[in-house]
């Protein structure tokens, strides 16, 4: 019953700092994990922030529980952890030579002109999302669209135009990752099918598409939801899991396996930046 890439596996947890931790704490099953670790379908968490207790140590121990690959990440624009060139560089040194996929989430508009060339070509990744964008107008400052007391909305279907072309805007940058898609502020988030038509779906899919920028099903927010991701495969695009953590408690990841079955997410249909480090 059990198979050589189960033993290494049973290694790691034995001095991980997760020992006691088990797949099911994840929402899996051992038929899961085994399937995951065996990789027919690159099962890959890009969103794993390092914060809240989680480190990378840690992370590698959560790749072996779940058999989910890792890509971890931090934060990086103004006020946020990573502002600086020396910033970045600790972090990345930090990271260095661990078998995790190494990521940006970028928060700002300009962070490809700001940092040095040589470190950013250091990533694995660069994701981003849609939650931080110039409000009331596109000249205005940003705001965090999950701070609802900081901004109002008058005209539901103007501002949808409005951030429709933020979409479009992020996704123009030189980022992989498209994380939480189709996000909706909280004035507006039960109103998703009325306001997520099928016409600026389908802009924001084809723009990912034309930028090689793949689409994250997360699995803690449900986003994106079920006639995005079924229109996106149509459409050709790429898809990766996020947890978008913000500590080092285990999370449900049961929407991996239930995406993977539902939608038939097979190895062309994810994103994956190359060979898993470390292998
Ligand atoms: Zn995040």
């Known amino acids: 019953m059990i198979s050589i890439r189960v033993l290494p596996?049973?290694?790691?947890?034995?001095?991980?700092?997760?020992?006691?931790?088990?797949?099911e704490d994840y929402g899996l099953d051992e038929a899961q994990v085994k399937r995951f670790a065996e990789a027919r379908v690159p099962v890959i968490d890009f969103h794993v922030h390092l914060r809240g207790g989680m480190t990378v140590e840690k992370a590698v121990a959560r790749q072996a529980v779940t058999g989910i690959k890792i890509g971890v990440l931090?934060?990086?624009?103004?006020?946020?952890?990573?502002?600086t060139d020396g910033?970045?560089?600790?972090f990345l040194d930090s990271v260095a030579g661990r078998p995790v996929f190494v990521g940006l989430?970028?928060?700002?508009?300009?962070?490809?002109?700001?940092?040095?060339?040589?470190?950013?070509?250091?990533l694995d990744f660069v994701l981003a999302d849609t939650m931080i964008?110039?409000?009331?107008?596109?000249?205005?400052?940003?705001?965090?669209?999950?701070l609802a007391e900081g901004y109002t909305i008058d005209d539901a279907e103007a501002w949808m135009e409005r951030y429709?072309?933020?979409?479009?805007?992020?996704?123009?940058?030189?980022?992989?990752?498209?994380?939480?898609?189709?996000?909706?502020p909280p004035a507006l988030e039960d109103r998703y099918d009325d306001l997520w038509t099928d016409t600026r779906m389908r802009r924001v899919i084809a723009a990912a598409v034309a930028g090689g920028v793949a689409l994250e099903i997360n699995v803690r927010s449900?986003?994106?939801?079920?006639?995005?991701?079924?229109?996106?495969?149509?459409?050709?695009?790429?898809?990766?899991?996020?947890?978008?953590?913000?500590?080092?408690?285990?999370?449900?990841?049961a929407r991996c396996a239930e995406a993977i079955d539902r939608y038939r997410l097979g190895k062309d249909d994810m994103y994956s930046p190359g060979a898993p480090p470390g292998e």
């Not at 910033?87 to 600790?90: A, G, I, K, S, Y």
């Not at 989430?105 to 250091?122: C, F, G, P, T």
């Open 87 to 90: 910033q970045l560089r600790e």
């Open 164 to 184: 429709v072309r933020h979409n479009l805007r992020v996704l123009s940058e030189p980022i992989d990752i498209l994380a939480n898609p189709t996000y909706l």
């Open 133 to 146: 964008m110039p409000m009331p107008r596109d000249d205005s400052e940003p705001v965090k669209l999950w």
């Open 74 to 83: 931090r934060n990086l624009g103004k006020g946020w952890p990573i502002e």
């Open 222 to 253: 449900g986003l994106p939801h079920d006639r995005f991701i079924r229109l996106a495969k149509r459409m050709g695009a790429k898809f990766t899991f996020g947890s978008n953590n913000f500590d080092d408690r285990p999370i449900n990841m």
């Open 105 to 122: 989430q970028v928060n700002d508009r300009d962070w490809m002109d700001k940092h040095a060339s040589d470190l950013l070509a250091r």
């Open 9 to 23: 596996i049973c290694v790691v947890l034995l001095t991980s700092p997760l020992a006691a931790e088990k797949a």
